[in-house]
């Protein structure tokens, strides 16, 4: 591959350094579902609105369908399979899951990755700071209520458990 249609990046990947070689424009969420094998981001829109593709690049949601290669160079991402062993990634999961915040579950690990980030930086958020963090992210099936109320219920059920992280 010619340095004109392909570059070399390295970055950090879920938590393990990775390199690859492709061409300087080639997606993030193609990197990811189809080299990587990491299915967890979806594609919707592929434009940069539902927010299905969201990822955390250096810890805020970013849409991996709008990011290309020389953009993630030297980068954390953090895909939603990333998130399996943190504890608050759990207790959120486990909130929306009780509201049964979703239906088909198509737009959810993008809502995860916006919230996650959100109560990770504002561990206060209240209901207008939810709305706020979910506004790039779209919903074909709920009305958005059911995941409102998991979203709250996430936000208090982090609470307590923050508190015991930094005493
Ligand atoms: S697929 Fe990336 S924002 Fe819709
Ligand atoms: S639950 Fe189906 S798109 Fe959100």
Request: a negative charge; aromatic letters at 4%.
């Amino acid at each position: 591959m010619s340095g004109l249609d392909g570059i070399a990046v390295s970055f950090r990947l879920n938590g393990e350094e990775r390199s690859l070689m492709a061409a300087a424009d080639r997606r993030l969420i193609d990197v990811l579902r189809d080299d990587m094998v990491l299915t967890g981001a979806k594609e919707g829109c592929g434009v940069g609105r539902c927010g299905a593709c969201t990822v955390l690049l250096d810890g805020e949601p970013a849409n991996a369908c709008l990011l290309m290669l020389w953009q993630f160079e030297g980068r954390d991402v953090v895909t939603p399979e990333g998130l399996d062993a943190e504890t608050d990634a759990a207790i959120l999961r486990e909130a929306l899951a009780a509201e049964n915040a979703f239906q088909c579950g198509y737009c959810a690990p993008g809502f995860v990755m916006a919230l996650l980030s959100l109560l990770r930086r504002n561990p206060d958020a209240n209901e207008a700071d939810i709305r706020a963090g979910l506004e790039g992210n779209i919903c074909r099936c709920t009305g958005y209520h059911s995941i409102l109320r998991g979203a709250r219920a996430a936000a208090e059920a982090l609470r307590p458990a923050r508190a015991g992280d930094h005493p």
